[in-house]
C-alpha cells in the first residue's frame, strides 16, 4: 500500500486548507483511512479517521472545524481544514489501516500563522 499526500502550505489563522491523500496498491473494500498530526517537540496525535463504511471519528481539538471524507472509486481520503489556529500547526500524515497493518504516507506541511 503506497499513500501519496498532498495539500499541505502556509494560512492565515482563520483560513481554510483541505489535504489530499491517495491510496494505491492492495487497499482492499474495508479499511480505515486517516490523519494524524505531529508539532514540533510533540507525540503524534490523530486528527480523524473515517472507515470504509464511512463511520468518522475526531479528536476534541479539531470537531466542528475539521471534516474528514472518502471517495472509496479513487481510494483516496480527504480532511477540509477550517477555521485554522496556530495551534493546528504541524506535519500531517496520512494513514491507511489495511487488514491490520498500519501505512503510512510522507507528510505535508501545514503551518498557521497568526
Known amino acids: 500500500v503506497q499513500l501519496q499526500a498532498s495539500g499541505g502550505g502556509l494560512v492565515q489563522a482563520g483560513g481554510s486548507l483541505k489535504l489530499s491523500c491517495a491510496a494505491s496498491g492492495s487497499i482492499f473494500s474495508r479499511n480505515v483511512m486517516g490523519w494524524y498530526r505531529q508539532a514540533p517537540g510533540k507525540q503524534r496525535e490523530l486528527v480523524a479517521t473515517v472507515t470504509s463504511g464511512g463511520s468518522t471519528i475526531y479528536a476534541d481539538s479539531v470537531k466542528g472545524r475539521f471534516t474528514i471524507s472518502r471517495d472509496n472509486v479513487v481510494n483516496t481520503v480527504y480532511l477540509l481544514m477550517n477555521s485554522l489556529k496556530p495551534e493546528d500547526t504541524a506535519v500531517y500524515y496520512c494513514?491507511?489501516?489495511?487488514?491490520?497493518?498500519?501505512?503510512w504516507g510522507q507528510g505535508t506541511q501545514v503551518t498557521v500563522s497568526s
Open positions: 494513514l491507511a489501516l489495511v487488514l491490520g497493518s498500519n501505512y
